[in-house]
């Protein structure tokens, strides 16, 4: 069945760096568009990252855009997230996913966006604090 598994979240202080990754499997990773979405307490859903199949093209939410940088290795099944020049802002479970359409808005809670397979991983928690 499709897997996800995300990591490298943590506390940093603003103005601070992350690299998120995460590993995919279940699916024929190489063929699909990856996502990272996130989720703030008490906010709604948001898409903060796309990458298409073979990484030629990426999108970028627009209270992201110029910080962070989505990148994958399809050998690795794994896509990442550098995360730089953090705000608080940016504190959120981050979760990643795969899906067949491209800049699919998601619902207001993340894991009810009907996703292709409909499986989500546990998320990784950033907190931007000084």
């Known amino acids: 069945q499709v897997q996800l598994v995300e990591s490298g979240g943590g506390l940093a202080p603003p103005g601070g760096s992350l690299r998120l990754s995460c590993v995919a499997s279940g699916f024929a990773f190489s063929s699909f568009l990856m996502v990272w979405y996130r989720q703030a307490p008490g906010r709604e859903c948001e898409l903060v990252a796309a990458?298409?199949?073979?990484?030629?093209?990426?999108h970028y939410g627009d209270s992201v855009r110029g910080r962070f940088t989505i990148s994958r290795d399809n050998a690795k099944n794994s896509v990442y997230l550098q995360m730089n020049s953090l705000e608080p802002e940016d504190t959120a479970v981050y979760y990643c996913?795969?899906?067949?359409?491209?800049?699919?808005?998601?619902?207001?809670?993340?894991?009810?966006?009907?996703?292709?397979?409909?499986?989500w991983g546990q998320g990784t928690q950033v907190t931007v604090s000084s």
């Open positions: 996913n795969t899906d067949d359409i491209w800049l699919r808005p998601p619902q207001a809670n993340c894991l009810m966006t009907p996703i292709i397979f409909g499986s």
């Open positions: 990458i298409t199949s073979n990484g030629g093209v990426t």
